[in-house]
């Protein structure tokens, strides 16, 4: 059995095919702009018929959502997002040219759902730009622009773990909480 | 001044704003030394951009079934940016488009061989492939 | 006001499109030049909303919808077909 399967009992799959239906039927509601009866149906419907299609890879999510976290969570990451937009957009007209890194992040949590979030919001805040993934170990190869020294690659570093922390805070399960609240490791040079 | 007065000054603020963050866009590409710096400062910024734009256009038009319009492609374009960003910036570092003297440290290089070399279930794994 | 407003946003966003022309034809790879069709892309799309925002006219949003979830599809293949070609 390859590492990348991963065994979801059915009550789990049932789970996450409701997660999507909803979704879907969500987009479906957007899409016409108003949120009625008729429109629930059908988009129930045709959210049914796509998933019988298309079937979505398995995704383990087995935390709870804490409302409390997941705002806290899109407010620091939309402030991030602002923030970083106008610190690299004076880069572009800011005489001399930018150093940059690769930085390499292991993440603590090792999980599909955790990496692809991550790797999500890190990339969308500008200034970071994921170059490699490993799913194996859960390690993210980050490009990281307008880096100044060693001592900020370090702090970027901590920021991509304090941000997977914040993440699994909104979402994650008990057993990753203890995880992501443990000290920041520190790194080993490799 | 009236109501309408402020809503149209925050919208011709958010949209300016939006078109400059574009501006920094074009910029970048023209200035930028490697590929890879090119790419940050052309695609990321121009997502907020982008949001900006459309929260001014929410203001002027302000009819809720074009909102939720509004909001698919917001939703849209942020779940798709970092895909296409990832993608290309893979195909950038594997070619070796990056120019090292602009890097202060680079972790990735120690481990490259474990990316290009292309082995069945590294790369080309899809994720819902049937098992 | 507004009409200064449409003018400034224009002759920014006309600005920047042809500078990822410039970048387009300049290159010198094909990766600047997916890079730079992408931003031109991202550019459209923002002139296409602040039209629809001067002229209060929610005709052209659902384009936008499209070309917002299928913009990637280029960017993704050719890089794909890139990164193919070499190994």
Known sequence: MSPYEIALTKKERVRSRIIAVFGLVIVWNLLWGEFTWMNIITGALVATAILVVFPLPPVKFGGRVRPLWVIAFFARFFTDLVVASFQVAALAFRPGLPNSAIVKVKLRVVSDLNMTLVAEAVSLVPGSLITEADRQTGTLYIHMLGVEDADHVERLRKEVLLLERRLVRAIGSKEELRKVNAPVPEETSP | ?131 | ?87
């Not at chain 2, 970048?28 to 929260?55: C, E, I, W, Y």
């Open chain 3, 1 to 87: 006001m507004m009409t200064y407003a449409a003018v400034a946003v224009t002759v920014l966003l006309t600005a920047a499109g042809a500078m990822a022309l410039v970048r387009i034809v300049r290159g010198p790879t094909t990766l600047d030049r997916i890079v730079a069709t992408d931003v031109l892309l991202a550019i459209i799309i923002t002139g296409i909303a602040a039209e629809a925002a001067f002229s209060r006219d929610p005709t052209a949003l659902p384009v936008l919808v499209v070309v917002s979830l299928l913009g990637i599809t280029g960017s993704v293949g050719v890089a794909r077909f890139i990164t193919r070609e070499k190994s």
């Open chain 2, 1 to 131: 001044m009236t109501l309408e007065n402020v809503l149209d000054t925050i919208a011709a603020v958010c949209m300016i704003t939006g078109a400059l963050l574009s501006l920094a866009a074009g910029v970048a590409l023209l200035r930028f030394p490697d590929l890879m710096s090119r790419m940050h400062a052309a695609t990321k910024p121009q997502v907020l951009g982008l949001l900006l734009m459309l929260t001014g256009c929410a203001i002027r038009i302000g009819a809720l079934v074009d909102i939720t319009t509004m909001v698919l492609i917001a939703i849209f374009q942020l779940a798709t940016a970092p895909v296409a960003a990832h993608m290309v910036g893979r195909a950038v570092y594997r070619d070796g488009h990056t120019r090292k003297d602009l890097l202060i440290v680079d972790e990735l290089a120690p481990d490259a061989d474990k990316f290009t070399e292309v082995s069945p279930d590294q790369s080309r794994q899809t994720p819902g492939a049937p098992r």
